[in-house]
Structure formats: structure tokens, C-alpha cells
């Protein structure tokens, strides 16, 4: 079936320093979603890229979605310690998101 | 204040016992969503439904089981027949085709077997 790859699994950053987690699709998607999840709480929608080589950008956070529409990002410049939690990407297919496993990332101050 | 309300928080069951989650939303949304959590894995989607009096299984469906009787409640009944059902059970709603929009997550039910 469909899947959704997301990679690092974990990441461990010092605050101040960058973070980045990449999406990627097996098949086209209609679009892709990004969620954060806090530790011991439920995913909380951020945003949506539905256009082929969009870019958005949320304060410290930047999000792209490819030209073929099959991978995405999201990058954090100059992370915080509340940025802690894991980030789910979605894509879209068929009326129903599937989901990346996650990237949980961990801020040391 | 509009939200999704999953109830119990948390759930302890008997193996061989059937067990109900209660999801229940006040958003005016159609679709409704239910995904299982496992540590270190994604999401699952276990049923959906984008219209009363209908549901569709997702990728992991079987021993789950469902009812869409009302907009507002999507309860999922996790049976016997769900051989590892310790997991952390979300419910999801979205408001018809309004993807930009995104899901509203309940705050879940983690459910062990004991």
C-alpha cells in the first residue's frame, strides 16, 4: 500500500542549532500536511502545501513540498526548547492522510 | 468552546474482554477518523467515515469495529479478536473536503491489556 517514509527517526540538537526532517512518498500526493505531536499529548495541526513546489514559512519554521509532489520538509532555524516534540508528516490520498512514522526531536538547552 | 472529547483517558482491559472508546465532536465536522499509536511508528488508520451511516476500514481494521449513528460520535470497539490491542487510540475529525484546514485530534485513550 501507500506509504509515507520520514526520516531521522530522532534528532538531538543543541538549542540554537538547526533542525530538519524530510518526508517521502512512494506515489504522488494531493497534498501533505505537517503536525507536531508533545510529549505525552496528540498531534496538532500546522500547516498544508498543496502546490507543487510550494513554500511556506510559520516564524522559525520553513515547510516545502516538491516539484513532484512526492517529498517534503520542514526546517527549524534556531531551535528552542519548545520546539521538543515529534513531527508528523501526512499525505494525502483518496480522502484519508497517511502518515510518516514521525521525527522526534529533542532540544538541549 | 469546540473540540473532540475521547473518553476514558485511560482504559485497562481483561484479555478476551470487548472494550468501547467513546469519541464524541462538536464541531459540526463530517469526517471522522481513528487512528492507533504504537511507540517509535506512525499513525494507523484503523476506520474513517465521511458521512453518517457509513464507515470504511483503513489499513489495520480488523479486530476493530465501528458506528456512525450520529454527526457527532464515532465510537470504536476494540474486540477479542485484536490479538495486540495495548496502543494509544486517537480519534480525528476534518470538516468534509476543507483539507486547508487540516484534522483536530481528540486527546486520546491508551489502552493496555492486562
Known amino acids: 500500500g501507500q506509504q509515507v517514509m520520514q526520516i531521522p527517526q530522532y534528532q538531538h540538537v543543541q538549542e540554537g542549532e538547526d533542525f530538519t526532517t524530510y518526508c517521502n512518498s512512494s506515489?504522488?500526493?494531493?497534498?501533505i500536511q505537517w503536525y507536531k505531536q508533545r510529549p505525552g499529548g496528540h498531534p496538532v495541526f500546522l500547516i498544508q502545501?498543496?502546490?507543487?513546489?510550494e513554500v511556506k514559512k510559520q516564524k522559525r519554521l520553513t515547510f516545502q513540498f516538491g516539484e513532484a509532489k512526492k517529498n517534503s520538509s520542514l526546517h527549524i532555524t534556531a531551535t528552542q526548547t519548545t520546539d521538543v516534540g515529534t513531527y508528523f508528516c501526512?499525505?494525502?490520498?483518496?480522502?484519508?492522510?497517511?502518515f510518516g512514522q514521525g521525527t522526534e526531536l529533542s532540544v538541549k538547552p | 468552546d469546540g473540540g473532540i472529547t475521547q473518553s476514558p483517558k485511560y482504559l485497562f482491559r481483561k484479555e478476551g474482554q470487548n472494550v468501547t472508546l467513546s469519541c464524541e465532536q462538536n464541531?459540526?465536522?463530517?469526517?471522522m477518523y481513528w487512528y492507533r499509536q504504537d511507540p517509535g511508528q506512525g499513525l494507523r488508520l484503523i476506520y474513517y467515515?465521511?458521512?453518517?451511516?457509513?464507515?470504511q476500514k483503513g489499513d489495520i481494521a480488523e479486530g476493530y469495529s465501528v458506528s456512525r449513528e450520529k454527526k457527532e460520535s464515532f465510537p470504536l470497539t476494540v474486540t477479542s479478536a485484536q490479538k495486540n490491542p495495548t496502543a494509544f487510540y486517537l480519534c480525528?475529525?476534518?470538516?468534509?473536503?476543507?483539507?486547508?484546514?487540516?484534522?483536530?485530534f481528540g486527546s486520546g485513550t491508551r489502552l493496555t491489556v492486562v
Open positions: 464541531l459540526n465536522h463530517d469526517a
Open positions: 502545501l498543496v502546490k507543487s513546489g
Open positions: 501526512a499525505g494525502g490520498q483518496g480522502g484519508k492522510l497517511i
Open positions: 467515515s465521511q458521512i453518517v451511516n457509513d464507515f
Open positions: 480525528a475529525s476534518r470538516a468534509g473536503q476543507q483539507y486547508a484546514y487540516g484534522y483536530t
Open positions: 506515489t504522488t500526493l494531493s497534498n
